[in-house]
């Protein structure tokens, strides 16, 4: 039996700080949440509505960009290393994208903090999807250049300490959570491209007086050509937990490996030439482009429906191991006091949900009556909000003591932690939808109506702020028994004789079963840059054309050719 501190004490280091980063994030992004939650339905009113957007803007950036992304920093070379069984090649490159992560994470908060303090001329109100007309700080665009390169060396190592251990395994498959770090690793490094084009190109110059304009469009649509991979990026970490860890607390197998490359490869084909689906409603992309991106994403849905059909069916066979029986009757045979279960289980149950939200977001003609409403806020509260971040607080009751020798000091409190999550969410996402549905706006800090004739098509707008303000507050409670639960074990003393041993799920269908070229990554991603130039070429040319590269150019609106006459649609005016 041996634990993860005891073979990797060094890269335990390394996890346990990009853990405690990932922590500390979390933390204050709760509280800014709860403001929000209080100051919304106008409960209780903390902060001036004018100050409303910074603290918008760090609970999402904290929360979206920081806690998840050092958190599946750890967990990806916790998955690397213990599936290779070989420590990374150099452990003081480990330690300096941490570094360069923290550094950049520390530069930007300065200007998203300093927005809150009066005397301080710096601020970054600019939301998490930070694209202009809204301008930051330079520092703000500083460090998440730094924060990106970060990501990318992190990248770096893991594809260095993988092509260290090929050398000495020139015949072996690829075992199966260093292939979904990998092809994650390769879509990162795709889409996160556009991000830095957009930051270091455009953005950052222009905050610093270098440039006099941007066009707004090019820096909108290379956000979202990262924006969308982003939230895979989220996600794979959170897959491989619940394709190799999930089955082993629920006691069973995995039930295909190589139906779980066919998903990751379908990832790294389709993740980034979607990113348009967040701009149906953004003059001057013609409509055919977000057809086609629209096509995109609804092939995109297909790894999420065979992750259902993998993860359920293993989870179903760890409960018949376990004694289940009947169609429905072996649910009730899994591990339901166990917080890692639970937790996992419950974030894979509101997935399910999200995944039904997200198709609605992704029908061009649906998207209409969604799009910038309290239901996208609803959405992904699902998603990444519980999906990502309920799976990550579960594992971190067994991966805690894995890295750092210390048994979780409650897990009673770890089982309250998880439902309470999970119960606040339902009611407060659910009110979201409902109020997105009737027209409730998002990112807006006075959504009252008294002077308005509105009453919403589902319950009332009292109903709908109950659900917000209590479904918050319990998040926020579910927040706090964690941190808590976490700190309390950390004070704790070494037991490692109570933690079980470092291991992931074996398959019930193996590698050998699944053809050689899964594994050849540089296929798939030859195969995945031509799919995104495939989907991008025209539309930025397009961009670049009508706009100009530093904008406003010609007319920002699409252009319609009628009977061999172009029209400029936006303004009505015949230009040739
Ligand atoms: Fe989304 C907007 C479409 C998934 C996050 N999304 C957002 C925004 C965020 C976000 C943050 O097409 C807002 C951005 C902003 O600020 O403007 N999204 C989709 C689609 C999917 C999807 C089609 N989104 C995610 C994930 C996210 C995320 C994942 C974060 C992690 N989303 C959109 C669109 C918009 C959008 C539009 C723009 C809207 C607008 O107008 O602005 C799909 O990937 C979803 C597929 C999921 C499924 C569900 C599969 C179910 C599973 C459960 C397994 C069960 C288990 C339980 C494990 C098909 C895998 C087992 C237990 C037992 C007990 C048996
Ligand atoms: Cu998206």
């Known amino acids: 039996m041996t634990t993860y501190i005891e073979r990797f004490p060094a890269e335990a280091r390394v996890i346990r700080s990009t853990f405690f980063t990932a922590f500390i994030a979390l933390g204050i992004g709760a509280l800014f949440g709860l403001l929000q939650v209080l100051h919304r339905t106008d409960v209780h009113r903390l902060v001036d509505s004018a100050d409303y957007y910074h603290i918008l803007t760090i609970h999402g950036v904290l929360l979206a960009l920081t806690f998840t992304i050092f958190f599946l920093a750890g967990v990806f070379t916790w998955g690397l290393t213990t599936s290779l069984d070989r420590g990374v090649v150099?452990?003081?490159?480990?330690?300096?994208?941490?570094?360069?992560?923290?550094?950049?994470?520390?530069?930007?908060?300065?200007?998203?903090?300093?927005?809150?303090i009066d005397g301080i001329d710096m601020s970054a109100g600019v939301l998490f999807t930070f694209y202009?007309?809204?301008?930051?700080?330079?520092?703000?665009?500083?460090?998440?250049?730094?924060?990106?390169?970060?990501?990318?060396?992190?990248?770096?190592?893991?594809?260095?300490?993988?092509?260290?251990?090929?050398?000495?395994?020139?015949?072996?498959?690829?075992?199966?959570?260093?292939?979904?770090?990998?092809?994650?690793?390769?879509?990162?490094?795709?889409?996160?491209?556009?991000?830095?084009?957009?930051?270091?190109?455009?953005?950052?110059?222009?905050?610093?007086?270098?440039?006099?304009?941007?066009?707004?469009?090019?820096?909108?649509?290379?956000?979202?050509?990262?924006?969308h991979p982003v939230v895979y990026f989220w996600l794979m970490p959170t897959y491989m937990l619940w394709y190799v860890l999930l089955p082993k607390v629920a006691g069973g197998k995995l039930f295909s490996d190589p139906l779980a490359r066919v998903v990751f490869v379908l990832f790294l084909l389709?993740?980034?030439?979607?990113?348009?689906?967040?701009?149906?409603l953004d003059p001057g992309i013609a409509e055919g482009f977000k057809f086609?991106?629209?096509?995109?994403?609804?092939?995109?849905?297909?790894?999420?429906?065979?992750?259902?059909?993998?993860?359920?069916?293993?989870?179903?066979?760890?409960?018949?191991?376990?004694?289940?029986?009947?169609?429905?009757?072996?649910?009730?045979?899994?591990?339901?006091?166990?917080?890692?279960?639970?937790?996992?289980?419950?974030?894979?149950?509101?997935?399910?949900?999200?995944?039904?939200?997200?198709?609605?977001?992704?029908g061009m003609n649906i998207n209409y009556l969604v799009h910038n409403t309290f239901w996208i806020v609803g959405h992904f509260h699902l998603t990444v909000g519980t999906a990502v971040a309920l799976t990550f607080m579960a594992v971190t009751y067994w991966?805690?003591?894995?890295?750092?020798?210390?048994?979780?000091?409650?897990?009673?409190?770890?089982?309250?932690?998880?439902?309470?999550?999970?119960?606040?969410?339902?009611?407060?996402?659910?009110?979201?939808?409902?109020?997105?549905?009737?027209?409730?706006?998002?990112?807006?800090?006075?959504?009252?109506?008294?002077?308005?004739?509105?009453?919403?098509?589902?319950?009332?707008?009292?109903?709908?702020?109950?659900?917000?303000?209590?479904?918050?507050?319990?998040?926020?409670?579910?927040?706090?028994?964690f941190l808590g639960n976490v700190f309390v074990s950390l004070t704790g003393?070494?037991?490692?004789?109570?933690?079980?041993?470092?291991?992931?799920?074996?398959?019930?269908?193996?590698?050998?079963?699944?053809?050689?070229?899964?594994?050849?990554?540089?296929?798939?991603?030859?195969?995945?840059?031509?799919?995104?130039?495939?989907t991008y070429a025209l539309p930025i040319g397009a961009i670049i054309d009508r706009g100009g590269l530093l904008g406003p150019g010609g007319s920002p609106y699409p252009l319609v050719v009628e009977s061999g006459r172009a029209i400029s649609i936006g303004l009505g005016e015949v230009v040739a």
């Open 90 to 116: 150099d452990v003081r490159f480990t330690w300096a994208w941490y570094g360069l992560m923290v550094g950049g994470t520390a530069l930007a908060a300065i200007p998203m903090f300093g927005g809150l």
């Open 132 to 227: 202009a007309p809204l301008q930051a700080h330079p520092l703000f665009y500083l460090g998440l250049a730094l924060f990106i390169i970060g990501t990318w060396l992190a990248g770096a190592d893991w594809i260095w300490t993988y092509l260290a251990w090929r050398r000495e395994n020139p015949d072996e498959r690829i075992p199966l959570p260093t292939f979904m770090v990998l092809t994650t690793t390769l879509f990162w490094y795709l889409s996160s491209l556009g991000v830095a084009i957009a930051v270091v190109v455009f953005l950052l110059p222009w905050s610093l007086g270098l440039l006099e304009q941007v066009n707004p469009l090019l820096t909108r649509t290379l956000f979202w050509y990262f924006g």
């Open 270 to 280: 389709l993740s980034t030439p979607t990113g348009i689906h967040h701009q149906y």
């Open 292 to 362: 086609i991106a629209m096509t995109n994403t609804m092939f995109l849905l297909l790894p999420s429906l065979l992750t259902a059909f993998t993860v359920v069916a293993s989870v179903e066979h760890g409960a018949r191991q376990r004694g289940g029986t009947g169609y429905l009757g072996w649910l009730g045979a899994l591990p339901w006091r166990d917080p890692v279960f639970t937790g996992m289980a419950l974030a894979g149950l509101m997935f399910a949900a999200a995944g039904f939200s997200g198709m609605v977001n992704a």
């Open 399 to 481: 991966l805690l003591p894995q890295i750092t020798g210390k048994p979780i000091w409650s897990r009673s409190v770890g089982l309250a932690q998880v439902v309470t999550w999970f119960v606040g969410m339902t009611l407060m996402s659910n009110a979201m939808h409902r109020g997105g549905l009737s027209g409730v706006p998002r990112r807006t800090a006075e959504p009252q109506y008294e002077n308005f004739d509105f009453t919403p098509a589902f319950g009332t707008m009292a109903e709908l702020d109950a659900g917000v303000v209590i479904g918050g507050s319990l998040l926020f409670l579910s927040a706090v028994l």
């Open 493 to 534: 003393g070494k037991d490692l004789t109570s933690i079980p041993e470092n291991a992931y799920a074996e398959a019930l269908s193996g590698a050998e079963d699944g053809p050689l070229i899964l594994d050849n990554l540089k296929l798939w991603l030859v195969i995945a840059v031509l799919l995104v130039v495939l």
